[in-house]
T-cell receptor, first 113, second 115 residues
Framework: GENVEQHPSTLSVQEGDSAVIKCTYS??????FPWYKQELGKRPQLIIDIRSNVGEKKDQRIAVTLNKTAKHFSLHITETQPEDSAVYFC????????????FGRGTSLIVHP | DAGVTQSPTHLIKTRGQHVTLRCSPI?????VSWYQQVLGQGPQFIFQYYEKEERGRGNFPDRFSARQFPNYSSELNVNALLLGDSALYLC??????????????FGSGTRLTVV
């Protein structure tokens, strides 16, 4: 089955800095890569996703890049703000049929004011 | 419109007991999935149901079971609780079970503590 590795486990930055979270996956059949943000005590929420037919996707301060050959994808957050503090999970799955994402272990992002 | 609702929000049980967790999907959604999230880890897939039929099962022991009702709500049952079952149990719903991630939404979870 799919295995997703995520690094780092904790990331501490100053407000305004950039943050990068990296993930690798094992199953070359995976073609959909979502990122979820989970604030303390709340549900995971989808913040951005990318499909294997593109290499990069951007939404305001958030961007995701995908390297299918190397089987890795990354989340980039620019101009970080204290409200970006949360746990971020990457995941990998097939985009069609039953959606059963395999999640990474999560990255706790702390943005210091 | 209500989101995915789960009950109870918190629960404390003793080792060896049985527990039932409940999930109501977003109105119109017919597929429900269950995940276990142990502290410090990502959600692990347990079950997926669509139209009352099991469509997927993760690597969990037979102590874990689930079902989906005609109104598309779902129950997760865990028998003979172990300390290691302590976790946040998440439910997610989607419109259909065969349209990939379309509309996939998580509930806020049930925090189960086994003592």
């Amino acid at each position: 089955g799919e295995n997703v590795e995520q690094h780092p486990s904790t990331l501490s930055v100053q407000e305004g800095d950039s943050a990068v979270i990296k993930c690798t996956y094992s199953d070359s059949a995976s073609n959909y890569f979502p990122w979820y943000k989970q604030e303390l005590g709340k549900r995971p929420q989808l913040i951005i996703d990318i499909r294997s037919n593109v290499g990069e996707k951007k939404d305001q301060r958030i961007a995701v890049t995908l390297n299918k050959t190397a089987k890795h994808f990354s989340l980039h957050i620019t101009e970080t703000q204290p409200e970006d503090s949360a746990v971020y999970f990457c995941a990998a799955s097939m985009s069609g049929g039953s959606y059963i994402p395999t999640f990474g272990r999560g990255t706790s992002l702390i943005v210091h004011p | 419109d209500a989101g995915v609702t789960q009950s109870p929000t918190h629960l404390i049980k003793t080792r060896g007991q049985h527990v039932t967790l409940r999930c109501s999907p977003i109105s119109g959604h017919k597929s429900v999935s269950w995940y276990q999230q142990v502290l410090g880890q990502g959600p692990q897939f347990i079950f997926q149901y669509y139209e009352k039929e099991e469509r997927g099962r993760g690597n969990f022991p037979d102590r874990f079971s689930a079902r989906q009702f005609p109104n598309y709500s779902s129950e997760l049952n865990v028998n003979a609780l172990l300390l290691g079952d302590s976790a946040l149990y998440l439910c997610a719903s989607s419109l259909r079970g065969d349209r990939g991630p379309e509309g996939y939404t998580f509930g806020s979870g049930t925090r189960l503590t086994v003592v």
